[in-house]
């Protein structure tokens, strides 16, 4: 944290063995992610399905980058969206080598007979001339029709996108954490069970917690359901100041749609007698893994 803001900032330090762990288990688990979707989506008929499988795909590999630079104690932006595109790339490489390797023996292939033709990369151009032929030819129709060429490419792209995108998306709306330099560790995040009113008058909001925290959290009312704000406390018993952050919540379409949230109070610091107080006084819930 920089001492002179009352605001939380990310040191940008790197533990480098941490970096290099965290790839080395990111591909090995893409690997087995990788494996497994090429085989599912093969055996399935239906065409939406495969579509969600992608999206499931992308989204667990979001989630084990999520993991691993917490784990690893990443408290650098730039290496964690690195880690998030090797990952991503590892596991459309994975998972393209599983299904060249399911038309080409026309069979589902063992993890041991995937594990033995992993040898690819290390040949670009039988790699490339694989996908190559099957572009050509088609490996699969949908209603009538078999889809190859331009329109194969394409969905292609879709599925790389999906798949090394969204790792890279979550890396890019995962909120800077409060880290203890003096620990070496992450402070343990909690959330209030209350729903309170949409904070609109935030600066006004933030002096408020800057005298009183405890009393500016309870002069507020409850939310409305479709418009509520949520607080947050960043709070380790052994470090000499803590981090409170709000969040500004909209649920559209009358609280049936997607929820919109807005960060209004970014990881301010407060003291631990407060911070103490606010945990006494309020029922709190031990946040594991912020969702994408």
Known sequence: MDSNSVFYKESMKVNRLGLIVSVGIGIILSLFLGYLYSLVTYAMPIIYVNILLTFGFGIILGYIVRILVKITNNRNRRSRLIVGLIIGLFAMYFQWSAFILLLFQNGFPTLQEFLINLHWITYPDNFIKAI???????????????????????????????????????????????????????????????????IVAVNKFVNELKDDALLAIKDLSGGEGIRYSKIHLFYHKDENVQYIAVDRIFVENQGRG????????????????????????????????DSM
């Not at 190859?148 to 909120?175: D, H, N, Q």
């Not at 209004?264 to 407060?274: H, L, P, Q």
């Open 132 to 198: 190559a032929d099957i572009n050509h030819y088609g490996s699969w129709s949908a209603m009538g029709i078999t889809f190859k060429g331009f329109m194969l490419t394409l969905i292609w792209i879709a599925e790389a996108i999906i798949i090394v995108g969204l790792p890279i998306i979550s890396m890019l709306r995962l909120k800077p954490a409060p880290f203890s330099e003096l620990l070496g560790k992450w402070y343990p995040k909690y959330t209030l069970y209350d729903d309170f009113e949409p």
């Open 258 to 289: 997607k929820k919109r949230v807005e960060v209004v109070v970014n990881n301010m610091a407060i003291d631990n007698e407060a911070a103490q107080q606010i945990m006494d006084k309020f029922i709190c819930k031990r946040i594991w893994i």
